[in-house]
């Protein structure tokens, strides 16, 4: 009995882990992502984008703002499929592969936009803001592999 007493706290600690780190990534994709639709993001976001070796060309066929309204878009979207799979578990597997997509772009940016790296005191600093989608990354890789379970 101790044991499955034991067992169910970790249970519940890790599913409590769980949701509220999604029910985060979910706040937070929704934020970034409807502040995409502002000129001050679109602005922000270009040198990212127009540096990137996959998105590159975008700005050839769409402008500053139609391209970050489509980023935000899918951000929103990736959003909502998290949410939503809180109760439809057929929706992890679609919310973990755009979380996937999404951060290994992001992160990407890391090693293709030009001056983003910097030496601060002998230490070598980025924006920290693109960063954060490690862990993004790897909660996306966990919501993709909850729905095999």
């Given at each position: ?15 409590s882990?769980?949701?509220v ?7 937070i994709?929704?934020?970034i992502g409807?502040?995409k ?6 602005a ?27 980023i ?8 909502l499929l ?7 578990a ?11 997509v ?5 992160l ?37 592999q909850?729905?095999?379970?």
């Amino acid at each position: 009995m101790i044991g499955t007493t034991s067992q169910s706290a970790n249970h519940l600690t890790y599913k409590s882990g769980y949701y509220v780190s999604l029910f985060g990534a979910a706040l937070i994709l929704l934020w970034i992502g409807i502040f995409k639709f502002t000129p001050t993001e679109a602005a922000a976001i270009k040198p990212l984008v127009e540096n990137h070796f996959l998105t590159f060309f975008v700005y050839k066929i769409m402008s500053v703002q139609t391209v970050s309204n489509l980023i935000g878009t899918i951000e929103i979207i990736i959003a909502l499929l998290l949410v939503f799979s809180a109760k439809f578990a057929v929706l992890k597997r679609y919310a973990g592969i755009g979380m996937i997509v999404t951060f290994l772009v992001t992160l990407s940016y890391l090693f293709t936009t030009p001056g983003i790296w910097k030496i601060v005191d002998g230490i070598p600093v980025t924006d920290f803001f693109i960063l954060k989608d490690l862990m993004f990354l790897g909660f996306g890789l966990m919501v993709f592999q909850s729905n095999t379970k």
